[in-house]
């Protein structure tokens, strides 16, 4: 049973648009949600973050919406540049149980083309 | 400062052999955490240790092990391989008291058992 589901396997985006990726989580417990962005070759590098007592979070070119009644959180890039091309990953934590293992969505691969 | 490291990047097993793996966290970050990554699969979590001990283990069979040195070093081993273990096994650290997210990930082991 997939927990946080990213059901885009891929998102292509022009250069200078808005760019967004969807993730759907199905554990109410969840209470912390994290973005990571991942070239080949190299591991996730972390992105942008929310708590679940806030219903967006802001970082430069970085948005991330919450949205707790639909259970779905979404990242908005923009505007998105060539580097931005990479797969994105959603993840998921929840205070119970005292650790900090994280549930990953299996990634949407964004592609920013000139 | 150096980030995570892990040895060996790339690694090739026989079926039925084990497999140690090593991961180096950020200087100061006591928290270590493992994740194996496969395209069907994405990123799913291992087991995350604190202070040597293990704070949490995710789905995975009893093959699947992992330890923390007093100077927050970690293993993972995986004992009588198979060929579904073939994978990218991403490690993560964070710091003492950063109780959320935040997390840094190595550039991973690409480990392929034949």
């Known amino acids: 049973d997939q927990q946080v589901k990213q059901n885009s396997p891929s998102l292509s985006v022009q250069e200078g648009r808005i760019s967004i990726l969807n993730c759907d989580y199905t554990?109410?417990?969840?209470?912390?949600f994290l973005w990571y962005k991942k070239y080949p070759a190299e591991g996730p590098t972390f992105l942008i973050s929310i708590s679940s007592i806030k219903d967006k979070n802001e970082d430069g070119r970085f948005t991330v919406f919450l949205n707790k009644s639909a259970k779905h959180l979404s990242l908005h890039i923009v505007p998105s540049q060539p580097g931005d091309s990479a797969v994105y990953f959603c993840?998921?934590?929840?205070?119970?149980?005292?650790?900090?293992?994280?549930?990953f969505g299996k990634g949407t691969h964004l592609i920013i083309q000139p | 400062k150096a980030g995570v490291t892990q040895t060996p990047r790339y690694l090739i097993k026989t079926r039925g052999q084990q497999v140690t793996l090593s991961c180096s966290p950020i200087s100061g970050h006591r928290s270590v955490s493992w994740y194996q990554q496969t395209p069907g699969q994405g990123l799913q979590f291992l087991f995350e240790y604190f202070s040597e001990t293990q704070r949490n283990k995710g789905n995975f069979p009893g093959r699947f092990s992992g330890r923390q040195f007093s100077n927050s070093r970690s293993e993972m081993n995986v004992s009588t391989l198979e060929l579904g273990d073939s994978a990218l096994y991403l490690c993560a650290s964070k710091p003492f008291g950063l109780v959320r997210g935040g997390y840094t990930f190595g550039s991973g082991t690409r480990l392929t058992v034949v």
């Open positions: 993840a998921a934590s929840y205070s119970g149980g005292g650790a900090d293992g994280l549930t």
């Open positions: 554990n109410s417990m969840f209470d912390y």
